[in-house]
């Protein structure tokens, strides 16, 4: 994923501990890990592959660009 980062400047990564925060984790859609969550979307699996999550983050920019 940080490796990914720059490719998506726009775009903040948080990180949550859901040992130290389950309910935050809950609340934002997570139900297995690794998760990533943007906006009302998430993105979860066992295994996440670079072109994977690279799709996930593409797909946020256009709707987020749709949007504006």
Request: proline residues 6%; contains cysteine; aromatic residues 6%.
């Amino acid at each position: 994923m940080k490796k990914l980062l720059p490719e998506f400047p726009e775009m903040t990564v948080a990180e949550v501990d859901i040992v130290s925060h389950p309910a935050r984790a809950w609340q934002n859609g997570i139900r297995m890990i690794p998760a990533l969550v943007a906006g009302k979307k998430t993105l979860s699996g066992v295994y996440l592959g670079s072109s994977r999550i690279r799709e996930f983050l593409q797909d946020c920019r256009r709707e987020a660009a749709s949007a504006a």
